[in-house]
């Protein structure tokens, strides 16, 4: 099946700071990628849509100025992550349509952000 | 998009098969039903996708009775790598909109596998 990547895979950082995340589909070209947050022991929650040459699309309650989205390219997504805080420690995920008959999702491996 | 509802745990011995049931009465009639797993500190591995009837694959089964309020991920004979946390999404999976379908993720059922 179809791969999507995510760099780094952890981070560590210290409050204030900004974070970016890449979300990669290696063997396809994606022109929406989805970002995900998941607290621990926690369900997915979407927080922004990527559409490939245009401004995201945040869900309710994110803040688009803290959490950047550039979907650059038909295999690129990144989410930056402006001035960090502890509360913002959380699993990001990244997933991409192959545009397929059913339209299935596929999910990067996750980045595990810790914010000191 | 529908909402769904499925049990919180489940638990189950090696070997054994495990049906996992979810509802979803509100589906609209483009809804495909759509199962992921995901492990700890992983994104979700896609399983099975359906939308009436009966779907197989090689590692499950889906089951969707006529009204498709309800479907049910069978696993068969399972074993310790199948504990995880398995979610049942429904959504809109015409093809005039694919990539653009939006997943929203229910609580999930999280499976545990007993030796």
């Known amino acids: 099946g179809a791969v999507v990547s995510q760099h780094p895979s952890w981070v560590i950082c210290k409050s204030g700071t900004s974070v970016k995340i890449e979300c990669r589909s290696l063997?396809?070209?994606?022109?929406?990628m989805f970002w995900y947050r998941q607290f621990p022991k926690q369900s997915l929650m979407l927080m922004a849509t990527?559409?490939?040459?245009?401004?995201?699309?945040?869900e309710q309650g994110v803040e688009k100025d803290k959490f950047l989205i550039n979907h650059a390219s038909l295999t690129l997504s990144t989410l930056t992550v402006t001035s960090a805080h502890p509360e913002d420690s959380s699993f990001y995920i990244c997933?991409?349509?192959?545009?397929?008959?059913?339209?299935?999702?596929?999910f990067g491996p996750g980045t595990r952000l810790t914010v000191l | 998009l529908a909402k769904t509802t499925q049990p919180i745990s489940m638990d189950s011995y090696e070997g054994q098969e495990v049906n996992i049931t979810c509802s979803h009465n509100n589906i609209a009639t483009n809804d495909y039903i759509t199962w992921y797993q995901q492990f700890p500190s992983q994104g979700p591995r896609f399983i099975i996708q359906?939308?009436?009837t009966k779907v197989t694959n090689e590692v499950a089964s889906l089951f969707i009775p006529a009204d498709r309020k309800s479907s049910t991920l069978s696993l068969p004979r399972v074993s310790l790598s199948d504990t995880a946390v398995y979610y049942c999404?429904?959504?809109?999976?015409?093809?005039?909109?694919?990539?653009?379908?939006?997943?929203?993720f229910g609580t999930g059922t999280r499976l545990t596998i007993i030796p």
């Open positions: 990527s559409n490939e040459g245009s401004k995201a699309t945040y």
């Open positions: 997933s991409a349509s192959s545009g397929g008959l059913y339209n299935e999702q596929f």
């Open positions: 999404l429904v959504g809109d999976m015409d093809i005039s909109n694919f990539g653009n379908e939006k997943l929203t």
């Open positions: 063997d396809f070209q994606a022109t929406t």
């Open positions: 359906g939308y009436k």
